[in-house]
């Protein structure tokens, strides 16, 4: 029901994602996204909890807004779904609605309406509404929202309607993969290592000691039929003990936990196989399932375990949707652009059927500002040279990794060419040198490759276009030699298709990287060192420049050394 009142006024939503890790921000004006940024960007918190204002006052200053022009405040998540719950469930306490209203009025000195949505309807708006489909499929997985863990929707035309709520806590196929990650030697948040740890383990080999195979156990930890699954409570804890994830009966079977910055061994990647290959085996049975009720030409994926670009890449070699579309921010950081689309929906106003494929509308700079930052340091050197992309390629051909830093942030974990590290996508070992003299991660996590879009079909098993990097595909065979430091263990990349219409300064890189190496391919990684937030402005940019191993750093129109 419509609460907006002046229908000859454009809407002006302010979207939030709270109650949630990732909390941030999104400005919409009748449907177009204005701004979105991310609270863990400005108070330097990895999956920050905390209430976005940062994010809120950065949003409205590129937006040109101040509070009072906001008609409408969405929230990503309902409290009052979980507290009317007939179940109680065990989680982090939870505001009811009615505070929550209140904290954000009193915060940010707001008298409009504020108006709550259902936390995965909230990542299937995400997903749907950026597609530029006209009618889809849509899929939501994740940890938990408020009570559900998952969420099926039809989106068509202007409208997105839910199928099936099937699965609720404890029965979330994200806080396994989570239990897992957790008894792997990881924390939060690190799920994507889980991921990247898989190809080097086989899910069909025995259990040490057992009759059965790994993949074995999982089907019976993780059941599923149709569009239901199942955990075995007798293997996960957490359904019981906050932080406690898996039970002795696990430990007995799979062995005790890994501790952090310990040896991985053998049964270490076996184990990540096997969650992997039984999220891959549940999901896609779904799918299939769904298609074989009705035929979906287009799929739309959002939620958590959207990330999992190894699922996705899978998905896409299944050939049963022509065409398929990840929302860059399928977190819960993602939640405050779908909110955002289903006030405005909910307004009557029609969402304008075209395709996003850029979002990096985060914080931005002018040269000017970044002079006067640069100005400040004096063990640097910097200079504006006339051929600006060809002397950064040839420094990249040359083995040296520049940071680099343009644009606005981009939206979601990934970074897209605004705010990355970048190297030759050869020799080999230049991904073990970025690992360890850069990054300072595990040795056997993969880089991606960023690749002119019109070249990617030559070097990648892929039939779309993939802007946001969450698609895996496979590396065609006789080009593995000529990019090895981007190509997986599998033979696999996650890859950035990169066209001149929505990042013109990184294509114009990659282009004059093709024209002396003749590879149209980058390596590129999120400019940040393991455990940081990706850099937001330009001192944090110089600084980390400055700690690490980066030899180069391109910063808007200047080109930094260190001294």
């Given amino acids: 029901m419509s609460n907006f009142k002046n229908k000859k006024k454009k809407l002006i939503v302010l979207g939030l994602s709270y109650l949630a890790r990732d909390t941030s921000a999104v400005i919409m004006q009748n449907g177009q996204v204005i701004s979105c ?6 108070n330097f918190e990895k999956h920050t909890r905390a209430f976005p204002i940062n994010a809120i006052k950065d949003c409205l200053k590129m937006a040109g807004l101040k509070i009072n022009k906001i008609d409408k405040i969405a929230i990503g998540f309902d409290p009052d779904l979980y507290h009317n ?25 707001y008298k409009g309406l504020i108006e709550f949505h259902e936390h995965h309807l909230s990542h299937c708006a995400s997903s749907y509404f ?15 929202g408020e009570v559900a ?44 290592i889980v991921m990247g740890l898989a190809p080097f383990g086989n899910r069909n080999q025995i259990v040490p000691g057992k009759k059965k195979s790994y993949k074995s156990y999982f089907k019976k930890i993780i059941k599923n039929k149709n569009l239901k699954y199942e955990i075995d409570s007798k293997w996960f804890a957490f359904p019981r003990v906050r932080d406690k994830w898996i039970t002795n009966l696990f430990i007995r079977t799979f062995g005790k936990k890994r501790e952090r910055d310990t040896e991985i061994n053998q049964n270490h990647k076996n184990v ?28 739309c994926i959002a939620g958590g375990v959207g990330l999992n670009c190894s699922l996705n890449g899978k998905i896409e070699q299944l050939k049963i949707f022509e065409e398929i579309f990840i929302t860059p921010a399928s977190g819960d950081n993602g939640i405050s652009l779908g909110a ?19 979002l990096s509308l985060g914080s931005k700079y002018t040269n000017d500002e970044i002079l006067k930052v640069l100005k400040n340091y004096k063990n640097i050197n910097y200079e504006k040279p006339r051929k600006f992309y060809q002397k950064i390629a040839k420094n990249i051909y040359n083995k040296k990794i520049i940071g680099w830093f343009q644009g606005g942030s981009e939206f979601g974990p990934r970074a897209l060419g605004n705010r990355s590290i970048l190297a030759s996508p050869f020799p080999e070992n230049m991904r073990d040198h970025v690992n360890n003299e850069v ?33 895996a595909s496979k590396v065609k065979k006789d080009k593995i030699k000529k990019i090895p430091a981007v190509v997986h263990v599998d033979g696999s990349a996650r890859l950035q298709s990169v066209n001149k219409i929505d990042n013109d300064v990184f294509y114009k890189l990659l282009k004059a990287f093709k024209k002396i190496s003749g590879i149209p391919v980058l390596m590129n990684t999120s400019f940040n060192v393991k455990g940081q937030p990706i ?19 391109v910063i808007g129109n200047f080109i930094v050394k260190k001294k």
């Fill in 149 to 192: 863990c998952s969420m099926i929707c039809h989106g068509k035309k202007n409208n997105i309607n839910i199928i099936k709520r099937e699965n609720f806590f404890p029965n979330s196929i994200g806080i396994a993969y989570s239990a897992i990650t957790k008894y792997l030697g990881w924390g939060s948040g690190d799920e994507g």
């Fill in 85 to 109: 719950y007939k179940i109680k469930i065990n989680r982090r306490p939870m505001p009811k609605q009615s505070e929550v209203r209140n904290e954000i009025k009193k915060l940010l000195n």
């Fill in 272 to 299: 990540a196989s096997a969650i992997q290959g039984r999220i891959e085996d549940i999901l896609i049975n779904q799918l299939k399932y769904l298609n074989k009720k009705k035929r979906y030409k287009k799929l």
């Fill in 37 to 42: 940024c991310e609270e863990e960007r400005y």
């Fill in 439 to 471: 990054k300072f991660r595990e040795s056997f996590r993969p880089f991606a490759p960023a690749v002119l879009e019109e070249d990617a079909s030559k070097f990648f098993e892929i039939r779309q276009k993939s802007p946001y990097m969450l698609i």
């Fill in 130 to 144: 950026p597609s530029g489909f006209d009618d889809s499929l849509v899929i939501s997985n994740d940890g938990i």
């Fill in 340 to 358: 955002a689309y289903l006030s405005t929906v909910n307004e009557g106003i029609k969402i304008k059927k075209k395709k996003i494929t850029n």
């Fill in 535 to 553: 850099v937001n402005n330009p001192k944090i940019a110089i600084d980390t420049f400055l700690k690490t191993k980066i030899d180069i750093l």
